[in-house]
Structures are given as C-alpha cells and as structure tokens.
C-alpha cells in the first residue's frame, strides 16, 4: 500500500509540475507553438463533438457500472457457492461516501458546463441568429 501511495504522490507532482512550471515554458517557445496550437484544437474539437451528451453518456454510463456490480454481486455466489462477504468486509466502509461524492461533484461539473453551452446559445438567439445558428455558435451543432 505504502508503493502505491508514493507512486501516486510521483505521478500527481510530474503531472502538476508539468502543467504548472514546464507547459508554459514550452508553450512560450516558438518551435512548440505550432505543436500546441494543434493539440488545442483537438482537444476544443473533441469538447465541442461531446458537449450535449456529455451529462447523458455519463449517467448512462454509471448506470451500466451500477447493474454490473449489482449483478456480480448476486451472481458470482451463486455461479461459484463462494462465500465473498470477507472480501467485501475488507473494503473500508469510508470508500462509498467519497465515491458518491466523486460522482455527485462530476455531474454538477458536467452541468454547469451544459448549463453555459445553453446560455451561449440564449444568447446567441435573443441577437437575432436561429436556433440552427445559435446551435452552430454554441459548439452544439458540427
């Protein structure tokens, strides 16, 4: 337990270290200007094609995670007549609060930005443009 948790504490000072100190250096330099004007646009391309669906595929998607672990947690005794409560006693009870959490804050964080797509789109409408247009200038439409 002790190496994973170094290796987590590694892996999250790299990746704040990189985003911190070291991206804005290279992104200041010339010769990697064209590198991240490109992967910029990617990853704004890849928001905009996701941007109305993104609270749906994820509720559906913890939907499907949910019934699989329900299922598994009622098939697999009794495909296998194993016992597993103390593999599940070994779960610390503090995990499912922090995971409800997790879940509760990634759907207000996938609303609020639905929530500004939408207004971007109110306004866009109430300057005169079409619902097609509004759509097209919200990222809702390719």
Same mark, same amino acid.
């Given at each position: 337990?002790? @190496?994973?948790?170094? =290796?987590?504490?590694?892996? +999250? !000072? ?5 985003? +911190?100190?070291?991206? /804005? %250096? ?5 010769? =990697?200007?064209? =590198? ?7 990853? *704004?391309? =890849? #928001?905009?094609?996701?941007?109305? +669906? ?9 939907? %499907?995670?949910? @019934? ?6 009622? &098939?697999?005794? #009794? #495909?296998? !007549? &194993? ?7 070994? #779960? /610390?009870?503090? &995990?499912? /609060? ?25 306004? $866009?409408?109430?300057? !005169? *443009? ?7 200038? $919200? !990222?809702?439409? /390719?």
């Amino acid at each position: 337990m002790l @190496g994973f948790l170094s =290796f987590a504490f590694f892996l +999250i !000072g790299a990746l704040l270290s990189y985003f +911190i100190w070291i991206r /804005p %250096i290279l992104r200041a330099r010339p010769a =990697f200007a064209d =590198f991240y004007a490109r992967s910029e646009s990617r990853w *704004a391309a =890849f #928001v905009a094609k996701f941007n109305s +669906i993104k609270t749906k595929l994820s509720a559906t998607l913890l939907m %499907i995670a949910s @019934g699989l672990v329900s299922l598994h947690d009622f &098939i697999v005794p #009794v #495909v296998t !007549g &194993i016992d597993w409560t103390p593999l599940y006693e070994k #779960v /610390p009870a503090w &995990i499912w /609060p922090l995971i409800s959490f997790a879940l509760g804050a990634l759907f207000l964080w996938l609303r609020t930005l639905t929530a500004k797509t939408q207004e971007k789109q109110l306004e $866009a409408v109430a300057a !005169g *443009a079409s619902v097609q247009e509004s759509a097209v200038q $919200a !990222g809702l439409a /390719p």
